[in-house]
């Protein structure tokens, strides 16, 4: 009998000393989602979490690593209020190895990764420095990267050291996807005598011919199917506004962002629609983004299929404001681009603008490789 | 019905007005411009004078920015923020009314931040509570629902459910709460449209789509007509009033700016809107249906326009300072306007009333206080906090909230309290 409970009185002490698993409450939070259902049985299930300890910070991390933007916010308030509470005292033994490595794997969701680094710089105060330069190719902390390898080449520029400079700013180039990281690191490559093509880098499409204005009495462009909507011929003459007759014609755009101002090529107007067409040649077949802005507003076509339009008025170009996935083919392929210019806004104050900026990249902001074909009068076909 | 309707509408307002979790005798703020969304307040012994350090009982630094308007109910003062570089990094903070301590401090993930005004960042829109719950909506399309403890009971992020706001300042509008709702004014330049979430579980309790309306930054506003209440909100060269159960447009006024700022403003049977600059002030009596632009504006005058601050109405006086600084005042009734002055510097926030006061406060930092209570310009002080604002002011429970582009200021009448800084 005094055996039996032994027995019992271990197994029962053995069942108070299991360790808590946060797999149950992790996946209850997990699915919550829209409409805000599931919200009830996430806040019980946080509120268990963040009893815990530290213990609990891999797993939650780990359940953190999602594209569900509800689940994330309440994994957060879990892992808020445990670090509040364990920063505190000062036994509290940290994961700090797995947080390093958390940080680190840019495979996962960016949010929890700065999360993860903002708790090392208390706990590992020297990390951050020695790490962050490294990041160049992690998407989520590249800006930061190509920051300081900006800083450092200006600071080599400082001690006349150009050939330091030079590889500082030529590593922050390469990496850099953001427009103004990529013009400043060109920018300052050029002022050492480095070469750096910041449109071949974006993917900017600047070369193009160019036609138009074709009357559109307020804002009825964007639905108005035009000529060479039909069919580029490049030979072709049209009615343009006012009864002109207008035709291609050829424009390298010089901008340093490959903005088009279609009012200097065109002529200034209101209530008009300006047609770009290109062509370009890949090697091969690529997966590919469109990405587009225009004023006061655009659609494309690729290789005669409409992949991009929207019927919005006095927006502004603004650097990849609308971003579209494509399928490039191997070998040439024609883009038609459509912009819009609307009535000119009641308040003249407000500037006429007719823009297009265009460019053809990776997933990642990196532009594509590729080379105009526009060497001569070649467009055929819609 | 009709007795019915009205009294859901007054019981709103009156919870909204006289309830406290400490039983004050003193109006709470608890929400975008007060407790009628309209910069006034019942509440009284508010300062009229203060400067940097004069009348500062407390001053508490915020993370990140925001333009969002201070809440305060009962012992609390409640604040939203955000920060980071997409401005994706998001706060809401509790203080502590009298000594300005943080009670609690939340921090959230934006869903879809967008590109922003660099002195308000995500954080535009003000929260708003019943004295239960706190709701905050940010210009990352997320709502967030906290209890006043702080504890989080449910969220939406409507910019994955229903798309990224296209939005160059961030989505600014501040909601509003109806009975058993929380409504949402989403107009951008993708698809807008107004939501209504159950309060409770934050599920749709309906959504309107706006398919015609662009990019706007008022907030919507309620307003009692007849046998019914209407849901007003102001963009795209238009005013739109809905039923505020449904969801259905009832009728529209034409002739607004593009683009709308100010969050309109009742009184006297009407409802009072303004949009620029360069544009219109009108008065309109609610109701009717269809376009009633020839038949339910009242008066329009066309001078003296804001594009950001929304004006105020004062019993027969309806003022305003425009974002140069040129202040107005008009009759109410008439639109005649009655005098125009030069207030001085840019103005962002909207002007704040208590104790027959006007509180005008610039981006300097500077608060004009004119007396409300005569017809002619009368200038009662010039408080200079030394700080740049662009926050409209919360009073509360004698006290007058300031959030400065970096710290939440409480300025009182100094009595048993003590200077209190975290700097």
Known sequence: ?382 | MKHHILRSFSLVFVSVLFSSADNCSAENWPGWRGPNRNGVTTDTGVPTTWSASENVLWKMPLPGIGTSNPVVWGDKVLVTASEGRDQGELHVIAFDRDTGRERWHQRLWGTAPTLFYGRSGMASPSPVTDGKRLFAFFGTGDVFCFDLDGGLLWQRAIAEEYGPFENRFAAASSPLLFEDKLIVQCDHYGASYVIALDQQTGANRWKSDRPEVWLSWSSPQLVPSGDRVELVLSGSEKLDGYDPRTGSRLWTVRGLARECVPTPVIGHGMLFVVSGPNGTHFAIKPGGSGDITDSHVVWKNDKGTSFVPSAILAGERYYLADDKGIGSCMDARTGKLIWKKRFGDKFTASPVSADGKLFFTNESGSTLVLDATQASYEEVARNDIGEEVYASPAISQGKFFLRTATNLVCIGKKERNAVQSAE
């Open chain 1, 1 to 382: 009998m005094k055996c039996f409970v032994a027995c019992l009185m271990l197994v029962g002490f053995a069942w108070l000393d299991a360790p808590y698993d946060p797999a149950p409450h992790l996946t209850a939070i997990a699915k919550s989602g829209p409409q805000g259902e599931g919200s009830a049985t996430a806040k019980l299930a946080r509120d268990e979490l963040a009893k815990q300890g530290v213990d609990i910070l891999p797993p939650l991390l780990v359940a953190m690593d999602t594209s569900n933007a509800v689940a994330a916010n309440w994994y957060r308030t879990v892992y808020e209020e445990i670090v509040a509470r364990e920063l505190k005292r000062a036994e509290t033994k940290w994961p700090i190895e797995f947080f390093k490595e958390y940080a680190s794997d840019a495979k996962r969701v960016g949010k929890p990764r700065r999360l993860v680094l903002t708790l090392l710089d208390k706990l590992d105060p020297a990390f951050r420095d020695q790490w962050l330069p490294t990041r160049l190719d992690d998407a989520e902390f590249r800006y930061e990267a190509v920051g300081l390898a900006l800083a450092a080449g200006d600071q080599a520029v400082k001690n006349k050291d150009d050939a330091t400079a030079k590889a500082e700013f030529r590593k922050a180039f390469e990496a850099a996807r953001d427009s103004t990281q990529v013009t400043q690191a060109a920018a300052k490559l050029k002022s050492l005598g480095e070469a750096a093509d910041a449109v071949s880098h974006l993917g900017l499409v600047v070369d193009w011919w160019l036609v138009g204005p074709f009357d559109a009495p307020q804002k009825t462009g964007f639905a108005t199917v035009f000529e060479p909507e039909s069919k580029v011929d490049l030979e072709a003459k049209y009615r343009g506004q006012g009864g002109a007759e207008i035709a291609w014609k050829r424009h390298r755009e010089a901008d340093t962002l490959g903005q088009l101002d279609l009012n200097k090529q065109l002529g200034a107007t209101r209530e008009a629609v300006g047609y770009a067409y290109t062509e370009i040649e890949v090697p091969r077949e690529q997966a590919a983004q469109v990405r587009c802005g225009a004023d006061d507003n655009c659609s494309v076509w690729l290789n005669g299929q409409k992949v991009f339009g929207r019927d919005q008025w006095l927006n502004g170009t603004r650097f990849d404001r609308f971003i579209t996935p494509i399928q490039l083919k191997a070998g040439r392929n024609t883009l038609l681009v459509k912009i819009c210019q609307g009535p000119q806004h009641k308040d003249p104050e407000v500037p006429n603008n007719w823009s297009l900026q265009l460019r053809l990249c990776d997933a990642d902001g990196r532009g594509i490789v590729f080379q105009s074909r526009l060497t001569e009068k070649t467009g055929s076909e819609k």
